[in-house]
């Protein structure tokens, strides 16, 4: 695609070029490494009062890849999953097992059993980091599979904190709250007896190429199967300059604070992160952004320039009274992804705190950023902006020709930030890119006469909530287990508080069966999110295809 045929160029905001420098770097460790030795003695990472700094960051992820180097006996491409909320730990063990030439594998800490177990047999993973609360769930894991060969590594909430904090935060989560279901896993090690081992062990430099695997993450893509996106190092290093450039005008090295909320193990907060970490930023971590009280009294003493969030978050916050007292002079960038910014949400953030929320788009397939909004938008856009550095963007019909603006099609990018595939699947790979090169995002939308893009509709059936991705066919699988269940279709169902929700339409075999029983059925095997909030009986079977498929449009028409 030539300059000329990139309309957005003219439209970027001042001093942005057009490309980004994506090689800088051959690695994510490169850059950690860089970071260290520059912002050594300033803050790295805070949560709960807490801080480490780039210097002791540093320290403990070297013991940590240090033990798994040499206790552990892992190596290079070796993958790792970690299964942590927002703590300290997670930091420690990502660098660290990065450092190590470990591949990280990013765990939900909600999954079920079912879903952790598909994840970890998927990868392939060797180790995993779980905090003591989830425990339990993969207990059941790896007594239903006596062959899954993992080393366990379990961490309590404190075990970063001083001494005296980690023993009373750790006693009140586990028998004051009863935060920790019973478990036993025969053979774990504690994090912090690790990081203790692996102070006393030589660490051998791993040489990392472009190629290697940075992260797996474990997406539906555009169908509903869990399959692990391969993000490679040269993915990652490219998307950090990418973000970096469009964000850096009013950013100044080694003084920003970002306040990130949303879960390392999700994919946008997880490249923010890397950005901070690249600029010397002071990450706080938000371990339950859906305690409010503690959330805001923690943005009332904290001066942030920086913070990520989804369109729920942000509508929370500004329904939260203790809001009202956050100064919010010194910020910068609030950044929106994940889901679709509502206008209502958009103007009232806007004339609370004096600066707008820029909504960006992208998948875990592309790193995941690919188009944003300028940072000095004025009012609210109702688009997801334009191409960031170095990224290309269509809108293709199904035929794979490019269409003129103003006409919907399939949303299509290319750039270096885009995945090698998907993880041992190359037939799913094949199915969402086009023979040169453009990856099929799976969403319908539309591009300006300036290059501004616009979601339409989703191609697909996934359904958004909160930011996350919930798949019919993986809900619908679910309910069809029910024995009192005949037919079963999910949809999407709009909500003002999370986007949407999961609403499923049931025939039922069984007369008797409600909707109570079929909602105790899912908590069983679904994450909070993909669990339906609306149930819906039918008499008449469902709408299909003259070959027998659901039609879930027609039942999104009946809504």
């Not at 305690?291 to 009332?300: G, K, N, R, S, Y």
Request: glycine share 8%.
């Amino acid at each position: 695609m030539s300059t000329t045929e990139r309309v957005w160029l003219q439209h970027y905001p001042r001093g942005i070029a057009p490309e980004a420098d994506v090689a800088a770097y051959a690695s994510l460790v490169e850059i950690f490494a860089h970071s260290c030795e520059r912002f050594a003695a300033l803050p790295a990472y805070t949560n709960m009062g807490v801080t480490l700094t780039y210097a002791e960051l540093e320290h403990a992820s070297r013991a940590f890849a240090a033990f798994l180097q040499g206790k552990l006996r892992l190596g290079k491409g070796d993958r790792i999953a970690i299964m942590l909320p927002n703590l300290l730990q997670y930091p420690v063990a990502m660098f660290g097992a990065l450092r190590a030439g470990l591949a990280v594998v990013n765990t939900n800490p909600q999954y079920t059993a079912r879903e952790l177990e598909h994840q970890l047999k998927d990868s392939g993973a060797k180790a995993i980091v779980v905090l003591e609360n989830f425990a339990h769930t993969l207990q059941e894991v790896l007594a239903k599979n006596p062959d899954l060969r993992l080393h366990v590594i379990t961490t309590e909430v404190g075990d970063l904190f001083p001494i005296v904090k980690e023993l009373i935060v750790n006693a009140v989560v586990k028998y004051v709250r009863h935060m920790v279901p019973e478990w036993h896993i025969p053979g774990t090690i504690g994090f912090n007896a690790a990081l203790r081992e692996g102070n006393h062990l030589p660490l051998e430099p791993v040489p990392l190429a472009r190629d290697d695997i940075a992260f797996l993450q474990y997406t539906g893509g555009t169908t509903g199967v869990a399959k692990g996106v391969v993000l490679t190092h040269a993915n990652m290093v490219a998307n950090l300059p990418q973000v970096g450039a469009w964000i850096a005008r009013d950013l100044v090295d080694g003084e920003e604070v970002c306040v990130i909320p949303l879960p390392l193990y999700h994919v946008c907060a997880l490249t923010m992160n890397l950005v901070c970490v690249k600029i010397g930023a002071q990450v706080v971590l938000i371990t339950n952004p859906r305690d409010l009280p503690d959330f805001v009294a923690t943005l009332q003493r904290t001066p942030f320039t920086m913070m990520i969030g989804v369109n729920t978050l942000y509508a929370a916050l500004l329904n939260h009274p203790g809001f009202e007292n956050v100064d919010t002079r010194r910020v910068k960038v609030v950044s929106a992804g994940g889901m679709a910014v509502q206008r209502v949400v958009a103007e009232r953030w806007k004339q609370r705190t004096g600066v707008p929320i820029v909504e960006g788009y992208g998948l875990t397939e592309t790193a995941p950023v690919v188009t944003s909004n300028a940072l000095d938008i004025v009012d609210w856009t109702g688009t997801i902006g334009l191409p960031i550095p170095s990224t290309e963007a269509v809108v293709l019909d199904d035929a794979g020709r490019v269409l003129p603006p103003g006409e919907s099609g399939e949303i299509c990018v290319r750039g270096p930030q885009v995945m090698r595939g998907y993880w041992h699947r190359p037939d799913e790979t094949a199915k969402v890119f086009t023979p040169d090169g453009w990856l099929r995002t799976g969403d319908m939308g539309s591009m300006d006469e300036r290059g501004f893009f616009r979601i339409t509709d989703r191609k697909k059936d996934m359904i958004v909530v909160s930011g996350f991705k919930a798949f019919p066919n993986e809900v619908e699988d679910d309910v069809a287990m029910h024995p009192g269940v005949l037919e079963v279709a999910a949809v999407g169902e709009p909500d003002e508080k999370s986007g949407e929700v999961v609403k499923i339409v049931v025939v039922r075999k069984d007369p008797a069966l409600t909707a109570d029983d079929l909602l105790a059925h899912c908590r069983q095997h679904l994450t909070g999110y993909k669990v339906p909030k609306i149930v819906e009986f039918r008499d008449e079977p469902l709408p299909k295809t003259n070959i027998g498929k659901i039609l879930r449009r027609e039942l999104r028409r009946a809504n």
